[in-house]
């Protein structure tokens, strides 16, 4: 059994490279978000500073990329809020199936992120536009929620993979 989990583990970088590109991905639209709210806030009060109209819509847009992008990667971490008060009374068989169990609800509602978010993007949100650039459509409002479920998909598969690897392969061994 041991070297199906030494063969699934050779899979880790993908899981590194994703996580990562996820991150830069987030730390992009920070750096995207700053400067926008920069520039709008002091072309509010310099005159030849540019406040564009269209400044609001895309840092909330960049925002809630982050959002959800952002929880994706807490996933990996394993930094999301979590009821631990009674896990140093409970046996640790049962508070690894607890984990299982909480991780397969999350990977539950990953694939309905990915589901009914891209129903959303590619139906509601792709009907309407943006009020201030009516070139350019709300499918990219509502893209992340889907982005997000796919990147959550891989973490949590991840996530329940090493829970399983801990029942099946002792630490000595590893």
């Known amino acids: 059994m041991s070297g199906f989990f030494e063969k699934a583990d050779k899979i880790k970088p993908a899981f590194d490279i994703t ?10 639209l920070l750096i995207v978000d700053i400067l926008i709210t920069t520039m709008s806030v002091i072309g509010r009060y310099i005159p030849f500073i540019p406040d564009p109209a269209w400044s609001e819509e895309i ?3 960049c925002m809630s990329y982050m959002a959800v992008l952002a929880a994706a990667l807490a996933i990996r971490r394993g930094a999301h809020i979590r009821m631990t008060a009674f896990d140093r009374y409970l046996p640790k068989g049962l508070l690894l199936f607890l ?14 992120m990915i589901v009914v978010g891209w129903k959303y993007a590619s139906g509601l949100g792709a009907k309407g536009t943006y009020v201030s650039m009516p070139k350019v459509s709300r499918f990219w409002m509502y893209f992340p929620v889907p982005v997000a479920g796919v ?3 891989l973490f949590e598969i991840e996530t329940i993979y090493s ?3 801990k029942i099946f392969v002792k630490e000595e061994e590893a």
């Open 19 to 28: 996580y990562k590109i996820v991150l830069i991905i987030c730390k992009v």
């Open 151 to 153: 990147a959550m998909v």
């Open 99 to 112: 984990d299982i169990l909480a991780d397969l609800c999350v990977l539950g509602l990953a694939v309905i």
């Open 59 to 61: 840092v909330l847009t």
């Open 163 to 165: 829970h399983i690897r």
